[in-house]
């Protein structure tokens, strides 16, 4: 393959877009710049007024395989990676089996081969996330898991979550925590507050996640074992990441997801299903906290916490319906849609916290648009829109609330090694 | 009133309550009548949909319906399907062939009827669901009150108890309000939320606000899953209406009111239910007179 991308403008983590063509062959960034002349050879794409910028990286996909493939699969869930620009992804564990042991870990990593971008994925911390045994964190990490977490649930034991992490100190590998205390959170259906008052639900109050963050991140530095705290949906929330790592030094850093920056608790109107997720949206308030926090850089990644269900589940009465929201096919979309195009903040921030540091936590080589590195990249058009109707998500599933909408911007063209996965 | 469904007191206005009070009117005078039935739902059906146990309001809308001449089918929820673990959507799938015209549904799950009532073209009545709503017996209770208080305009209703998980305070609240009643809350912190109106854990404090109506609720031990207060005595103590307080309560004249079933001992002594403005029985037999009401006013989309 041999491409030319003309006359787009090249992102990256620092910095505005710069104009520049970018020229790839044979899998490789050969130049990044204005070339005097075409290559010869090559097809010349024309990227005026488009933005060229690295793969994007989710470090937090629920892709059901093994056990739940009705809802998602694992090549399904790529193909919605792909369809939104992202070229890399992190599996969570709470499959069923649970991503436990080496057999579950090389079943999943065997399907993920076969698809056309890498799949990663986490382990437990502990045997079927059931939080009573510790999971062979060694034979693990020797099968290929990154990141170790019992994501859906907190580990309910604090004793057990500080011998884990004491044990798996010799094994560079790092943990990661869904926040919550069981018995505060209660139903987790909905954020408590004069939502869940209206609607008659018992509500999940912020302080079941603050209260474990805060366990969860004592512990850790008193291990000194680097956390990364997941989905962060509280403000409070995020003050304590804030307040461990710059006033006592701990190794930690936070997660955000686009729902919890965009949604809140009362956009779940009469019972709408797709504004169901746990941790639950919250204020709006929350939302525009959990922003700046972003801006500021509490939040080391974004990650979209991808939850497929199907349709039937999610037509159930609000409280059976179960927790989570699609978010692969819509992540850089409606980022570009609410808050790039609105100027609140750039092409920068999302290069860095959804495509660089992801990869930098899970020591993987950085994708960047520079001369001699390998194609990893993508081309969104500011100038498009994108309509999401269930025939252009890839998901297996289609519940999210961007669900027939049409947003601004669209990703035209995902390019990864020698391939050219997406051309629209 | 041209809707199809009855779901909450939210999305009524008060355009949409006083005609249907002013229509249960007639249906009560019928009450007293030899013959209490009128054709005017001759030939429809209506299916009692009862995922929750209930005795009065299942056989306050079975009488309802059968004095309007409807067919009225009860669905045996405790032997059917849905025990051998068939979703609500499935079940309302296989009634529909029935044809109901009319589904009257209580769950214990907030939000389910609305559900149904998006699936099916029948009219769907919301007979309770969790703790978000209970519209027609927040229209007894409207209907109840103006009866005593036609001029509704500042009259103060105190509601006390277990408001976290009342379908009913919230209902009643709502339409209260709507018409103009000023509504404040009573209870125990712990069952207490934030909401738009006035808030009193102290019951001297209730009192001293001047309510004109004190509407006690049941505690529901079956939706509580810890703990909420130490025990049924002290609850009696600090937030019941104890013979001492129910003298204070006659001596200034104020009503009582409760949506049943009551629990003797906690919420209320027997007393009470001797006191003559206790309007018990009236809630119950207005009950039967606004289901009636509200069914006669719904319209199905479907033939």
Redesign the interface.
């Not at chain 2, 799950?109 to 389910?112: F, I, N, R, T, V």
């Given at each position: 393959m041999n491409l030319f991308l003309k006359g787009g403008e090249v992102a990256s983590e620092e910095g505005a877009p710069e104009s520049a063509d970018v020229w790839i062959e044979d899998g490789i960034i050969k130049a990044v710049g204005h070339l005097a002349v075409e290559p010869e050879g090559a097809r010349v794409i024309d990227c005026t007024g488009k933005v060229i910028m690295p793969g994007m990286f989710d470090a937090h996909v629920h892709f059901r395989e093994p056990g739940q493939e009705a809802k998602e699969t694992i090549k399904d869930g790529t193909e919605a990676a792909i369809n939104g620009g992202i070229t890399g992804v992190v599996m969570m564990p709470n499959t069923s089996p649970a991503i436990d042991s080496p057999t579950v870990v090389n079943r999943v990593l065997e399907q993920g081969r076969k698809c056309r971008i890498p799949v990663y994925t986490s382990g437990c911390i502990t045997v079927g996330r059931e939080g009573h045994e510790m999971a062979p964190i060694a034979g693990l990490k020797e099968a290929g898991v990154l990141m170790l977490t019992d994501d859906g649930d907190a580990v309910p034991n604090a004793a057990l979550l500080r011998r884990a992490m004491e044990y798996a100190s010799d094994f560079e590998m790092f943990f990661a925590s869904h926040c919550e205390d069981p018995q505060l959170a209660g139903l987790r259906a909905l954020n408590e507050g004069e939502v869940s008052y209206r609607l008659g639900i018992q509500g999940t109050p912020a302080l079941a996640e603050e209260i474990c963050m805060d366990r969860d991140i004592r512990i850790a530095h008193a291990t000194s074992t680097y956390l990364h705290i997941q989905h962060v949906s509280s403000a409070l929330g995020m003050e304590t990441i804030r307040w461990w790592r710059d006033e006592r030094g701990a190794k930690v850093s936070g997660e955000v997801s686009p729902h919890h920056l965009m949604f809140a608790d009362e956009d779940i109107g009469d019972y709408d299903t797709h504004y169901k997720m746990n941790p639950p949206l919250r204020t709006r308030e929350d939302n525009a906290k959990l922003l700046q926090g972003l801006k500021d850089g509490v939040f080391r990644i974004i990650a979209t916490d991808h939850a497929p269900h199907t349709e039937f589940e999610k037509s159930q009465a609000f409280v059976d319906a179960p927790n989570g929201i699609t978010g692969l096919d819509t992540a850089v979309v409606s980022l570009f849609d609410r808050f790039i195009s609105q100027g609140e903040f750039g092409w920068d921030l999302l290069v860095k916290r959804y495509s660089a540091e992801p990869r930098r936590m899970m020591n993987l080589e950085v994708a960047e648009v520079v001369e001699g590195k390998t194609a990893d990249l993508i081309v969104f058009d500011p100038q498009g829109e994108t309509t999401f109707t269930k025939e252009f998500m890839k998901s297996k599933s289609s519940n999210t609330p961007f669900l027939n909408q049409t947003l601004k911007g669209s990703v035209d063209l995902v390019i990864l090694k020698d391939e050219l996965l997406l051309e629209r | 009133m041209a809707r199809k469904d009855f779901l909450d007191i939210?999305s009524l206005d008060s355009e949409e309550i006083i005609p249907l009070l002013d229509q249960a009117v007639p249906f009560k005078d019928l009450f007293t009548r030899s013959v209490k039935k009128v054709p005017a739902l001759k030939g429809k059906t209506v299916l009692m949909l009862f995922y929750e146990p209930s005795t009065r309001t299942l056989s306050s809308f079975e009488v309802a319906a059968k004095r309007l001449s409807a067919d009225v089918i009860i669905f045996d929820v405790p032997h059917s399907s849905v025990t051998k673990g068939e979703?609500?959507?499935d079940t309302i799938d296989t009634l529909q062939a029935m044809r109901a015209d009319y589904i009257v549904v209580r769950?214990r799950?907030?939000?389910?009827p609305?559900?149904i009532a998006r699936q099916t073209g029948a009219s769907v009545i919301n007979a309770g669901?969790?703790?978000?709503?209970h519209p027609t017996q927040a229209l007894l209770d409207a209907f109840t009150f103006r009866e005593v208080f036609p001029e509704m305009e500042r009259k103060k209703v105190l509601i006390m108890g277990d408001i976290l998980h009342s379908?009913v305070a919230?209902s009643t609240s709502l339409i209260l309000k709507k018409l103009g009643v000023e509504v404040a809350f009573c209870g125990p912190g712990s069952l207490l939320?934030?909401?738009q109106f006035r808030r009193f854990t102290n019951y001297e404090e209730a009192m001293a606000w001047g309510p004109d109506v004190v509407y006690l609720l049941r505690v529901q031990k079956e939706r509580q899953?810890?703990p909420f207060f130490p025990s049924d005595r002290e609850y009696h103590q600090v937030y019941g209406l104890t013979d001492e307080r129910l003298a204070r309560i006659a001596g200034e004249g104020i009503y009582v009111m409760h949506p049943g079933p009551i629990n003797r001992g906690v919420e209320l002594c027997d007393a009470v239910l001797d006191y003559e403005r206790c309007l018990i029985s009236q809630q119950v037999e207005n009950g039967i007179a606004t289901r009636m009401a509200v069914l006669f006013g719904l319209k199905p989309t479907k033939s």
């Open positions: - | 939210e979703s609500v959507r769950h799950l907030s939000g389910q609305a559900a669901d969790g703790a978000h709503a379908r919230r939320p934030q909401t899953d810890a």
